[in-house]
């Protein structure tokens, strides 16, 4: 199979079963336009998460690691007016985009963008009693993912959901003896997930328009 087939084989379904509206479309291509780096999910992807947040029924989100906005505007799609959906974003850059493409799509009452290192950021809405949050997205630096998922859990209860993506780099997580911190990242993210005995989880590997890759979900128990 080729990256050809994969990609068409996206087109065939997100064609019948992606809504990719002109607010998502103008977000990718504001992103691009402005020089961020094309990481945002793929729009199936984004439905994926949509649902995910439907299914759990969500009124509560965290999103760590925000880019350009596009998986936080399928995510809030998904909320209830009342809902709240925090995004944490690192680069000033990047959430200045996120922040025009959310305000786009007329989700400013549910979006808090919040700018800064997330393992900065997140202390603070421990402290500030945000959460417990239904469901949870990482999708930042991967080196961090194991102290993403620390506070994850220090933020959620029972029912919870926990996405991570990125995990499968490209087949490279195999490998042990990687110097690639990313996948030391998600390797000890994995680890972790495995023996946590408040988790029961599942990684699924994709392939599609962005490649070999993959995502890991998990559920919070107790």
């Known amino acids: 199979?080729?990256?050809?087939?994969w990609t068409a084989v996206d087109d065939y379904f997100n064609g019948l079963l992606?809504?990719?509206?002109?607010v998502l479309l103008a977000a990718v291509a504001d992103s691009d336009t402005a020089g961020l780096p094309p990481h945002q999910v793929a729009p199936n992807q984004g439905k994926l998460l949509n649902l995910l947040a439907t299914l759990r029924g969500a009124r509560t989100i965290l999103e760590v690691g925000t880019l350009g906005g596009y998986s936080t505007i399928w995510l809030?799609?998904?909320l209830p007016a009342d809902g709240r959906l925090i995004t944490l974003e690192a680069d000033e850059k990047y959430a200045a985009v996120a922040a025009a493409n959310i305000s786009r799509a007329g989700l400013d009452h549910i979006v808090d963008l919040r700018v800064g290192q997330a393992?900065?950021?997140l202390?603070?809405?421990a402290e500030e009693g945000q959460g417990p949050f239904d469901l949870v997205f990482i999708d930042a630096d991967k080196p961090s993912n194991p102290a993403y998922l620390e506070w994850a859990m220090k933020l959620t209860r029972?029912?919870?959901?926990?996405?991570?993506d990125n995990v499968v780099r490209d087949g490279a997580i195999t490998d042990a003896a990687s110097a690639d911190p990313r996948v030391q990242g998600v390797r000890r993210f994995t680890e972790l997930i495995a023996r946590h005995p408040r988790l029961t989880a599942t990684t699924v590997q994709t392939v599609g328009t962005k490649g070999h890759?993959?995502?890991?979900?998990a559920l919070v128990t107790r």
Do not use: H, Y
């Open 18 to 22: 992606v809504e990719e509206d002109d």
């Open 1 to 5: 199979m080729s990256q050809e087939t």
């Open 119 to 121: 393992l900065e950021s």
């Open 123 to 125: 202390p603070k809405l």
């Open 213 to 217: 890759d993959g995502f890991t979900l």
């Open 76 to 78: 809030a799609r998904a």
């Open 158 to 164: 029972p029912g919870s959901v926990i996405v991570g």
